[in-house]
């Protein structure tokens, strides 16, 4: 069964909690609740909807006769799994009637709960049925394969034969880190996954949960750069399914911009995300609220790119940020076919293809955060250099046929 596919709305911060069998999911989401944590467990849900009595039981029966009833006119889970199993038709007819009774109940424990809550939706099967977009957050409970078979084996008297056909039945480690913002690794003592999950409550969800009902946008902070991170392409898909579940069709197209969208060149940990809009004017009605509820609140002020030509409105922009603490990003919402659209794509795609000019671009910025720390990335596109990328990177498109 699954959790909610539900779009992010209001002020409660929601977190996606996933793991394989045997990985201590469990321990993690009892030590949340211990924090202040409402815990909304998708198994109990997907039981709960269809418990003696309700209409999803009278639907399933419906659909699939009275075999899958045990004595007491319960459902019997062994008799329904038999019968859909090996039946696709079968299986996605019980999913049209469990899953949109589980995103419902999950809507309205979520919607009970306080404003300033930080909600947890345990859901074994998040990432295998592509949940991961619905939440503000998603953390992934890692264990290796060896300490999970000893768990199932001493907890739960599993043999090993059936322990690995469960784990072999599930998404691998590897899709699920594709999935995660926070992996927390549970191959320790539970002390210590403990003072884990403790840390991750202090230092992120408690003030991401603070800045999303405050709306409030994390700073990038100081200019400090990294190595070239390889793990930028993955994170920014992460936002961006998340900006996509968000906005929906409003977004004509996401992309990745700015210095972490270039391969190998070092830069200031922020993400830059490009969002295309129709208008600045739907980007000031309700997307700015869904972004804002998906994380991303509006910076105030007015902001414009350069170069552009003096009073030309058309490089004008609205600019979003992150309230999650341990994720900075600028959100750019330009109006699509728009020249700041044209020009962030037209010099990421300049500075991917041309080594030399990429170089001179990182000795540059090096620079400018040297003179001005406190500015970071920001704003330096006013420098004399970018007007003369900006004629190098017109030439080259022309040259090449480049096209957005």
Known sequence: MVGSGIRLTGRVLRVGLTGGIGSGKSAVAARLVERGAVLIDADQVAREVVAPGTDGLAEIVAAFSDRVLDADGALDRAALGALVFADEAARRRLESITHPRVRARTAELTAAAAPDSIVVNDVPLLVEVGLAPTYHLVIVVQTAVPTRLERLARARGMSRADAERRIAA?????????????????????????????????????????????RRVVPPGRSDRVGADETWPAQYARLAARIRHALGSHALRIDHIGSTAVPGLAAQ???????????????????????????????????????????????????????????????????????????????????????????????????????????????????????????????????TGWRP
């Open 170 to 214: 599930q998404a691998d480690d590897a899709r699920r880190r594709a999935a995660a913002d926070v992996v927390l690794t549970n191959d320790g003592s539970l002390a210590d996954l403990h003072d884990a999950v403790d840390a991750l409550w202090v230092r992120r969800l408690s003030p991401y949960e603070d800045n999303l009902r405050e």
């Open 269 to 399: 940990d922020v993400i830059d995300v490009q969002v295309a809009v129709s208008s600045l004017a739907d980007a000031d009605g309700a997307l700015a609220d869904r972004l804002a509820n998906a994380g991303f609140p509006r910076v105030p002020g007015q902001w414009w790119d350069d170069p552009r030509p003096a009073g030309s409105d058309r490089w004008q922009k609205r600019l979003h940020g992150s309230a999650d603490p341990a994720r900075p990003v600028r959100l750019h919402v330009r109006v699509a076919d728009s020249p700041g659209w044209r020009y962030a794509l037209m010099m990421r795609d300049h500075l991917r293809a041309d080594p030399d000019q990429r170089s001179a671009y990182l000795l540059l910025k090096r620079d400018l955060a040297d003179a001005a720390p406190e500015v970071g990335e920001s704003g330096t596109a006013s420098d004399p250099w970018f007007d003369e990328e900006y004629l190098r990177a017109e030439q080259w498109a022309e040259q």
